[in-house]
């Protein structure tokens, strides 16, 4: 039996009537719709409700499921211990996911922390639910740092373990939308605030899933979202499936975002296995890049197959452009996956004989060696993209203005200490920023006393 139903829900603590103290009238809108949902789920009488959310146990490269046969879990954190839950785990489903991610070689389980305690963004829509309907069993799982289409699949592998136990489920994606609507909000205002929730109340209203893959990183952190991967989970449970879609209430009144819709799922349809589409449209894309990548960035990424594959490291070929042989320089390669840093080491001076010789050494350490990541896997050298950036001279400034973020990368340096910042990336639009980031990767404390630096790229793509 296929997931009945899905439901994208957002979890402000606020509106539990205990919680919020009247404050939580201000989105009585969001009431009203989560009321009907709850209304939805009880005329369903589901066996299994699987939730997945932000607050639950995250890991950058695992998607956690909660283990065990029961947890329990209030709102004391919230100043009203005297609301209540303890949820009866369906271990069969759970352990049909496990069993399925085990044999894809997929990075999900109850492995990590034993958390027996319910979070907010899972209690809050069961506090809904529970007013209409009790008698059923909770799956519980948590995001992950993983790419979005990581999530997609996690959301296909789900509806494949619902099948295969027969369950009659419904998933309810837990996750607020923008945190940065109002300058009175929590964060404050980005302009990339309202931009998001426009974007993903249209695609969700629309059920256009395969559009929620296409949300770049730097701009749903801007936005300060939550949701987004817990929503993308919900699309993959209904990949390849048509889907009648339904806004219930959008409102943004506390400077957060929240949203209600409901999808409900009908027949196959072979248009809408978007993952399928997003693969095949990022191939083409890398093949029209690879086919216009100029030596620099051939050389890098001949460099990493060959590592990856052979646990060989190339010579320096004979196609090799003449200033690469003849000039030396500091030189960083980047390495990208889904639109996610998976891998960047560089040297910001020269310490090969010449820009090729580091551009070999340095291509095997951004694919193997980079501390923050695992070493790239052989099925994964398709998906890659790979800068090559060439620094000019470090040369000493006085102070920040003689900055600029899209011109120049930085050099932060307090005695031994010293952290380096490319120029023009995603996500750093201020010198501040720049500087910040900069100093945090060199080890070096707020209020040390700096040095700065700054140097230009060439950046080949």
Known sequence: MPIIAAYMVPHPPMIVPKVGRGSEKQIEKTIAAYRAVAAEIAEIRPETIIVTSPHAVMYADYFHISPGEHASGDFGSFRAPGVKFRKEYDTELVSAVCALAKEKDF??????????????????????????????????IGLSGLPLPDHYAFGQMIRKAVEQTGRKAVLIASGDLSHKLQE???????????????????????????????FDEAFCDKAAECGHRSFVIMAGALDGLDV?????????????????????????????????KYREAQAKRLRKRRAAEDPYVRLARETVESWVLERKTPEVPEWAAEEMKRDRAGVFVSIHEDGRLRGCIGTFLPTRENIAREIISNAVSASTRDPRFDAVRPDELDKLEINVDVLSAPEKISGPEELDVKRYGVIVSSGSKRGLLLPDLDGVDTVEEQIDIARRKGGIREGERIALERFEVVRHV
């Not at 922390?113 to 519980?140: A, C, I, K, N, S």
């Open 107 to 140: 990075p999900a389980g109850t492995l990590g922390e034993r958390d027996r305690h319910l979070d907010h963004g899972t209690m809050v829509p069961l506090y809904f639910v529970d007013q209409v309907v009790t008698d059923y069993r909770l799956v519980r």
């Open 184 to 214: 009175y909000g929590p964060y404050g205002f980005a302009k990339e605030g309202p931009e998001y929730d426009a974007r993903i109340m249209d695609a969700a209203g629309r059920a256009a899933f395969g559009e929620m893959l296409e």
């Open 244 to 276: 009648e879609a339904k806004v219930y209430s959008h409102e943004d009144v506390t400077g957060v975002g929240y949203g209600i819709c409901s999808f409900h799922p009908g027949g196959e349809n072979p248009e809408r296995r978007f993952l399928l």
